[in-house]
C-alpha cells in the first residue's frame, strides 16, 4: 500500500470563517466557528478518512498538493465561461487560496496527520472547472529525519 494519500472533496471549495465571538448577558464571551466552516471542515474529514481506511496517520514531514477547483459563475457569457474552464481566466475571487487550504488542513488534524504542524512543502492552483472541488495528495517526505 502506498504512503500516498490521495481524495477530492466534493462541492464548491469554502474557505477557513474567522471565528466568531458571542455574549451571553453582557458578562460571557463565547467563541465558534461559523457554520458554513465547520460543514465543509466536517465534508473535508469524511472524504479525507474514506482515502485512509486502515492505514496509521503519517508521521513526521508532509509535502501537500491542492487543486482548488471553483465553478464558473453562471451569469458570464458562453465565451468567457469557455475562456474560463482552458484555463485563460483565473479565479481571482473569494475563497482566498490560503483560507481553503487552512479549512483543508484543519480538517484533515488526526485523520490524516497528526497535525499541520508536519506541513513542510504545499504547491497550491486555484481554476476554474465544470465540476467545483479539492484535489488533495498527501505525500511523506522521504529520506528526511524525524524532528527532535
Known amino acids: 500500500m502506498s504512503n500516498v494519500v490521495k481524495f477530492k472533496v466534493p462541492g464548491t471549495p469554502v474557505g477557513k470563517g474567522r471565528p466568531r465571538v458571542s455574549t451571553r448577558g453582557g458578562k460571557f464571551a463565547r467563541m465558534y466557528t461559523p457554520e458554513k466552516t465547520a460543514s465543509y471542515e466536517n465534508l473535508v474529514a469524511l472524504a479525507a478518512q474514506e482515502a485512509m481506511v486502515g492505514r ?55 485523520v490524516v496527520w497528526h497535525d499541520d504542524v508536519q506541513v513542510c512543502d ?27
Request: proline share 9%; hydrophobic share 45%; charged share 25%.
Open 56 to 110: 496509521n496517520l503519517i508521521d513526521g514531514p508532509v509535502d501537500v498538493e491542492l487543486v482548488i477547483l471553483l465553478p464558473v459563475p453562471a451569469s458570464w457569457s458562453k465565451k468567457k465561461q469557455a475562456a474560463a474552464l482552458q484555463g485563460q481566466v483565473y479565479p481571482t475571487k473569494k475563497p482566498d487560496i490560503d483560507n481553503v487550504e487552512k479549512a483543508i488542513f484543519d480538517a484533515i488534524n488526526g
Open 122 to 148: 504545499v504547491s497550491k492552483r486555484k481554476r476554474y472547472a465544470e465540476v467545483p472541488g479539492v484535489h488533495v495528495v498527501v505525500k511523506p517526505i522521504e529520506g528526511a529525519l524525524f524532528a527532535a
